[in-house]
């Protein structure tokens, strides 16, 4: 079946714009996350989505990012202003549930570059 | 805090040969373990996850992996490399918050597995 996809793969951007990153999870998955995976710091979460709740954002960096998720479906990270330590591989993963004991499964990952 | 340690960052192995990458963990009450896989310029795929039970658990493409209480550790194994085995493979670890699940995955920094043949 599908699996999670992501868009765009790559994404060159100058520093000072904005860019939008879009995930579309894996069909009746009711968990999303968002994590980047830089050479520096490794893998890092940055924001999940369950259901209808809340979305946890202890991860995002700071208030240029921003993420949504609409219909339960479909999510968009934001991030505003871009600097160049925002480059990096920006992994989507959705999971049946929000259960901790439940497997994520990972998109392909958008790489951006900001110069 | 909670953490997941991959002590090494490259393993390198002879084909046909038996493999194991090291995993510890720190995290609160009972964990759930898990590992996975990247290919160059992949996501990440799952290969195996332990959550309860038997403490060996098997996964995708022959692997394995030994939880270790005492130890606190998740070794990942396998009894024969292969080249097509190499990739990065990252340790991560989730567990049950008080009052609900939470789902982030709190990864290792990633092992390099080099397979030659």
Redesign the interface.
């Known amino acids: 079946g599908a699996g999670?996809s992501q868009s765009p793969s790559n994404k060159v951007t100058e520093k000072g714009k904005d860019v939008e990153l879009r995930c579309d999870p894996i069909s009746g998955h009711t968990?999303l996350?968002w994590?980047r995976q830089s050479l520096g710091q490794?893998?890092e979460?940055l924001i999940?989505f369950?259901g209808n709740s809340a979305p946890?954002k202890s991860?995002l960096p700071s208030d240029r990012f921003s993420a949504e998720r609409t219909g339960g479906s479909v999510s968009t990270l934001t991030i505003q202003r871009t600097q160049q330590e925002d480059s990096a591989v920006y992994?989507c993963?959705s999971?049946y549930?929000?259960?901790?004991?439940?497997?994520?499964?990972?998109?392909?990952?958008t790489r951006l570059t900001v110069l | 805090a909670q953490s997941v340690a991959q002590p090494e960052d490259q393993v390198n192995v002879a084909e046909g040969n038996p493999l194991t990458v090291k995993c510890t963990y720190s995290v609160s009450g009972n964990p759930?373990l898990?590992w996975?896989v990247q290919y160059p310029?992949?996501?990440?795929?799952?290969l195996l996850?332990y959550?309860t039970g038997d403490n060996l658990v098997k996964g995708s493409y022959g692997f394995e992996a030994e939880f270790n209480k005492s130890q606190t550790s998740f070794h990942l194994k396998k009894p024969s490399a292969l080249v097509s085995d190499s990739a990065l493979y990252?340790c991560a670890a989730?567990?049950?918050?008080k009052g609900g699940?939470?789902?982030?995955?709190?990864?290792?920094?990633?092992t390099k597995l080099s397979v030659k043949p």
């Open positions: 999670v968990a996350y994590y490794g893998l979460f999940y369950q946890d991860g992994l993963a999971s549930s929000g259960s901790s004991y439940n497997e994520q499964f990972f998109g392909p990952g | 759930y898990f996975y310029n992949r996501g990440l795929q799952f996850k959550i990252f989730n567990y049950l918050f699940s939470q789902g982030n995955l709190i990864f290792g920094k990633g």
